[in-house]
Nanobody, 126 residues
Framework: QVYLVESGGGLVQAGGSLRLSCTTS????????MAWFRQAPGKEREFVAS???????????NYAESVKGRFAISRNRDENMLFLERSRLKTEDTALYFC????????????????WGQGTQVTVSS
């Protein structure tokens, strides 16, 4: 079992930046395939970004079209953490953001996820 804990959510003005973090205790995330999803009120959970483990210390990243060029997913292996750097935030980025992990390569669908965090709320004001 992998227990994921997100942090870093909050209220931010449109155009601003915010970094989300995800970590777990007792298990290394380095060989898991990881991703961020988000869910806005009244909408389905959607893919944001993924970091798939290729081998050694190499990861491939993928982004939803709506966040390309504004969001960046990264890892800190030493601190066992996953990050989502978000800039030029828009009001439509308001959502509950979830950290996700899987033993197999992650695409963009929620059905591929093995483990979920509890989510961290991000609200972008105009």
């Amino acid at each position: 079992q992998v227990y994921l804990v997100e942090s870093g959510g909050g209220l931010v003005q449109a155009g601003g930046s915010l970094r989300l973090s995800c970590t777990t205790s007792g298990r290394s995330l380095s060989r898991y395939h990881m991703a961020w999803f988000r869910q806005a009120p009244g909408k389905e959970r959607e893919f944001v970004a993924s970091s798939n483990w290729i081998g050694s210390n190499v990861y491939s990243t993928n982004y939803a079209e709506s966040v390309k060029g504004r969001f960046a997913i990264s890892r800190n292996r030493d601190e066992n953490m996953l990050f989502l750097e978000r800039s030029r935030l828009k009001t439509e980025d308001t959502a509950l953001y979830f950290c996700a992990a899987a033993s197999s390569r992650l695409g963009e669908t929620t059905s591929e996820v093995d483990y979920w965090g509890q989510g961290t709320q991000v609200t972008v004001s105009s």
